[in-house]
């Protein structure tokens, strides 16, 4: 039996087991709401991953903190109203001494790809660190799980790291770059600089997310965001989940939650049954191996309706979802649920190549054969360089891995295999493009943007990104536009944004060791 | 070519054209505005949006106060967005140095009708209970405001073009008399034109005596009532005004939306508005010194915009020599959210000969040699 700790909520003991994130505890009562938005919605996390800002709560008196992100600790005071205080405490301020570090390499991302490269040139003899926001190790596919432990062949690959030079740097937002080769990091002991002959950027990907009516209630989140909380101690047994959207990542979603004792009433997909049967098509001529991942799905999955040429138009509730309204183009029909988990596709996490002056194309990271960006000394891997799933990011990781240590030849085997890796990444994209319905779905009144809850009214008649911003308010809150900014880019075809520093939101005292 | 015809064309659509542009309309003249990009998108999106009476010289005095009470008289027209809120200043003084100097700028408002207020140690630290103790005291203003600058100059321009007046989505490229050639290939025939484009008036205008001063400031997420007056260390006159290279001054504001809006740093000769850590730093650490709550607050964001200095720190505004029917209002550096109401009363003063409260002669760019013999 787990152990279990007290921590208080909204002035109330609750006890919740150990090694679960804030936000899993207070999901522990079903759509809770983690905040009230600026314009008085109540609100609940969304993504799971620290990037909507959405599960923001306070935390023994320090506002704004991301719920999904800290584990919980005996004794902690957790507020989910009146979201605005801050120590208040005059002490003088202490400049924090700041913590220098310096590597042959830098991975940013602990997700297989950044697993891949570190194991590979920590072996190879380089002086290796792996950092991620994260407090473990494994990123999103091979994200911890409290429940049960890691598959053995994601095991492998950490224990493998552990057993390596490789030094984990946990918990750390990489957010700003004062110079080539120098990155800056929030970690909860205090700023950190890092200094790198070689940056190898595994920064991973997202969820994109398509606004419709009802999107902001409490109980509607990612797919992977779903997956993502249960992963981190949030109770799913016994509650209808519908889930939506598109890409593979709904199935193994699915399949997750209904090995926790979810209800899974039905798996939404909004691409059409002729480009699914084209995608298996090809599965079975050059990727046998996907194809039994698939069957698996097929089998475990037995009883759930999966419905391709199928999506959400609205989710309904009094203050937390109820039911979510489906069509399948020509009928709709509304059904109750506690849960909707529906992702739209991946969005490469691209705000720190941007900061870092790498080239950009349609979305993802340019590179060349072996991971080079178009800045010298930064490599990019994994999602970055387009979404490509497991095999993919294991390969772009050993490749970048042997690059940064001069072993050519080793990089060279491996590039043929990268080459038909690639190819599975274009049918992807394509099997699983965004259909043109998707963009009628928000109404006038549908928010576009969370943190500042702009509506969709307000923008459609926005020339450009940065006119909406300065006029609107889009995208200027904590989030930064990680999620409206993937949805005005669908909505409205507008580019993203620039990028500054901080890329990530930072405690102001970590602005004081810029230099 | 298809050619346009107005009264006044006005060249920039921030906050100072804006203005320009919506007095203009509203004095009955038939109003063209050129901008080519976002309105209120250039030095306007940067400023602070601090609506304050500044006393380095009379004629600061003059034009600040004159456009702070249009500001006043215009707030119950303004529309949420542009997030006017009374704050008031609050003026700090860490020494009796600097107290003697808040009590100099009291005598200077008080006698000239402003309403201010000194206060010892105790009087600031009950204010503004995040400032650190053991400061020596402070002036208080109450009757200043914060508005959000871009949606203050797209309200201003929406005014204007709700009085006929039209919006060209072009620059201007070339210009024969009064006749401007607009970077979409047509052309706007103007009665006078007013060069409202901030720095830029020197692509056409060399001689303008205004110079570039980068600013930087830092934006953290909602922690309403954190501060509640606009809080301006009195070291901030110095820094304004000294002739460093490089120098910052604790400026905070807290806007309507519960963020903390922080400042100032002030820079010449540097040509590329990126985010310089070291000033980042600076900065910070010199809030710190008056407020270290502020360490633990969530910055959201950075960002840098140019002020168009000038070397007496007073505007640039009306005809310009050589120039027949041309009229400048730009170098209004830290100060063009306040002035810009003014510098539009003196514009429609200049241009349609109407009378205006304030001194036509004082903000001519002809006080320095080079505009007046350029």
């Known amino acids: ?515 | 070519m298809s050619a346009a015809t107005c009264d006044v064309a006005v060249l920039g659509a921030g906050i100072v054209g804006a203005a320009c542009a919506r007095a203009l309309a509203m004095a009955g003249l038939r109003v063209a505005i050129v901008e080519r990009a976002t309105i209120g998108g250039g030095a306007t999106a940067a400023g602070m949006g601090h609506v304050v009476v500044m006393d380095d010289s009379d004629a600061q005095f003059a034009l600040t106060r004159r456009s702070q009470q249009l500001w006043n008289e215009l707030a119950p027209q303004l529309p949420d967005a542009v997030e006017y809120v009374q704050t008031g200043t609050l003026w700090i003084a860490v020494d009796d140095e600097e107290l003697t100097a808040a009590r100099a700028k009291y005598a200077y408002y008080t006698s000239r009708g402003i309403v201010a207020e000194m206060l010892d140690a105790d009087g600031v630290a009950r204010i503004e209970p995040n400032l650190r103790p053991g400061l020596a005291g402070g002036l208080r203003v109450p009757g200043e405001s914060v508005i959000y600058p871009p949606c203050a100059a797209l309200w201003l321009v929406n005014q204007a073009l709700e009085r006929n007046a039209t919006l060209h989505r072009a620059e201007a490229k070339r210009f024969d008399r009064t006749t401007i050639e607009l970077s979409d290939g047509s052309a706007l025939i103007a009665g006078a034109i007013v060069h409202a484009t901030g720095i830029g008036a020197t692509r056409f205008m060399p001689s303008l005596p205004i110079r570039p001063r980068i600013g930087h400031l830092v934006i953290t997420d909602r922690y309403p009532g954190f501060a509640r007056h606009q809080i301006v260390e009195l070291g901030y006159i110095k820094s304004a005004h000294g002739a460093d290279k490089e120098s910052v001054a604790f400026n905070l504001q807290p806007r309507k939306t519960g963020q903390m809006l922080l400042g100032s740093s002030r820079q010449y000769d540097v040509t590329d508005g990126t985010v310089q850590p070291h000033m980042v730093t600076r900065m910070v650490a010199r809030a710190f010194e008056y407020m270290p709550a502020l360490a633990a607050l969530s910055v959201i964001r950075t960002w840098t915009g140019f002020r168009a200095a000038t070397p007496d720190s007073l505007p640039l505004i009306g005809p310009m020599p050589g120039w027949p029917g041309h009229f400048v209002a730009t170098g209004h550096e830290g100060l063009g959210i306040t002035t810009s109401l003014g510098t539009a009363e003196l514009i429609v003063a200049h241009v349609t000969g109407q009378r205006s409260s304030l001194d036509l002669n004082a903000y001519l760019p002809t006080r320095f040699a080079e505009v007046a013999h350029g």
């Not at chain 1, 679960?20 to 905040?35: E, F, I, K, Q």
Request: charged share 20%; with cysteine; proline share 6%.
């Open chain 1, 1 to 515: 039996m787990d152990k279990r700790i007290a921590l208080t909520v909204n002035d109330e003991q609750v006890n919740a087991p150990e090694h679960c994130t804030v936000a899993a505890v207070l999901l522990a009562s079903p759509g809770v709401a983690t905040r009230v938005s600026v314009t008085g919605e109540p609100r609940g996390p969304l993504c799971g991953m620290g990037v909507c800002f959405e599960c923001r709560v306070t935390i023994d008196g320090e506002a704004h903190q991301r719920s999904c992100q800290i584990s919980t600790s005996d004794g902690i005071v957790v507020a989910t109203r009146g979201n605005d205080s801050y120590p208040r405490e005059h002490e003088q301020y202490l400049s924090e001494e700041i913590v220098n570090k310096a590597y042959d390499v830098l991975v940013i991302g602990a997700g297989p790809a950044g697993i891949a490269t570190a194991v590979t040139a920590a072996q190879a003899g380089q002086r290796v660190a792996v950092l991620s926001d994260d407090p473990h190790i494994g990123g999103q596919i091979w994200r911890h799980d409290h429940a049960k432990p890691l598959g053995r062949f994601a095991a492998d690959w950490r224990d493998r790291l552990s057993r390596s030079s490789a030094e984990w740097i946990a918990s750390a937002s990489v957010f700003a770059s004062p110079k080539p080769g120098v990155l800056l990091a929030e970690t909860p002991t205090g700023p950190m600089r890092i200094r790198a002959d070689q940056i190898v950027l595994a920064c991973g990907a997202r969820e994109r997310f398509v606004p419709f009516p009802g999107w902001t209630l409490p109980g509607v989140f990612g797919a992977g965001g779903l997956q993502a909380l249960v992963k981190a101690g949030m109770p799913i047994a016994g509650q209808r989940v519908i889930v939506a959207g598109t890409g593979p990542l709904l199935l193994a979603v699915a399949d997750y939650l209904r090995s926790r004792g979810a209800n899974v009433r039905l798996i939404a997909e909004q691409t059409s049954r002729g480009k699914l049967a084209r995608f298996a098509g090809g599965l079975l001529l050059r990727e046998p191996a996907k194809i039994a991942e698939a069957a698996g799905f097929a089998w475990r999955l037995r009883g759930i309706p999966f419905r391709p040429n199928c999506w959400p138009t609205s989710a309904d509730g009094e203050g937390h979802l109820q039911s979510v309204t489906l069509t399948d183009g020509s009928r709709r029909w509304t059904e109750p649920c506690d849960a909707l988990a529906c992702g739209f596709g991946l969005v490469a996490n691209t705000e720190l190549p941007c900061l870092l002056g790498c080239a950009i194309e349609h979305g993802f990271v340019r590179v060349d054969a072996d991971q080079r960006t178009s800045v010298p000394n930064v490599f990019a891997i994994g999602e970055l360089a387009g979404i490509g799933g497991l095999d993919k990011a294991l390969l772009e990781g050993e490749i970048a891995g042997h690059v940064v240590a001069g072993r050519h030849d080793l990089a060279a085997a491996l590039q043929r295999r990268r080459a038909k890796a690639r190819g599975f990444v274009d049918r992807l994209a394509d099997t699983f493009a965004l259909r043109d319905d998707l963009r009628q779905l928000p109404d006038a009144k549908t928010i576009v943007c969370r943190c500042e809850d702009v509506t969709f009214e307000q923008l459609r008649t926005q020339p450009d990104i940065r006119t909406a911003k300065l006029h609107t308010r889009i995208g200027m809150g904590p989030c930064q536009g990680r999620i409206c900014g993937s949805a005005a880019e669908f909505l409205f075809g507008w580019d993203a944004g620039s990028v500054r520093s901080p890329i990530f939101p930072v405690a102001m005292k970590s602005l004081a060791g810029g230099e």
